[in-house]
């Protein structure tokens, strides 16, 4: 299974980040999916997760109202919108897969639930 993240480069100061993530090697309906990032300054951190179902979200408490996440199961594709873009969301965006075989409406928030992972892609603000 291999997930590979595009959207990232330059997002304008105030606007909005948008990001996919591919699942190829098997279908995504199986696996939760999130997106974690690396800022300056801060550990790896979650943004937000969906349950395997694709029904239920997940969002930190800091990008709640600001963060969107979605899942195409049928297109194998992951998404993530972010608006409001502030030079501190600038880093490294991840998108990860967590485990099978889980409850379809449970969400996941810590990096050792997903074992699978992007390469990562770069976001720098601009403007």
């Known amino acids: 299974v291999q997930l590979v993240e595009s959207g990232g480069g330059f997002v304008q100061s105030g606007g909005s980040l948008s990001l996919s993530c591919v699942l190829t090697g098997d279908t995504m309906n199986k696996y939760p999916m999130a997106w974690f990032r690396q800022v300056a300054g801060k550990g790896r951190e979650i943004v937000a997760s969906v349950s395997q179902s694709g029904r239920i979200p997940f969002y930190a408490d800091s990008m709640k109202g600001r963060a969107f996440i979605s899942k195409d199961n049928q297109n194998n594709t992951a998404r993530l919108q972010l608006n409001g873009m502030t030079s501190e969301d600038a880093g490294v965006y991840y998108c990860?897969?967590?485990?099978?075989?889980?409850?379809?409406?449970?969400?996941?928030?810590?990096?050792?639930?997903?074992?699978?992972w992007g390469q990562g892609t770069q976001v720098t603000l601009s403007g």
């Open positions: 990860a897969a967590g485990m099978v075989n889980v409850p379809p409406h449970s969400t996941y928030d810590r990096g050792y639930e997903f074992p699978i």
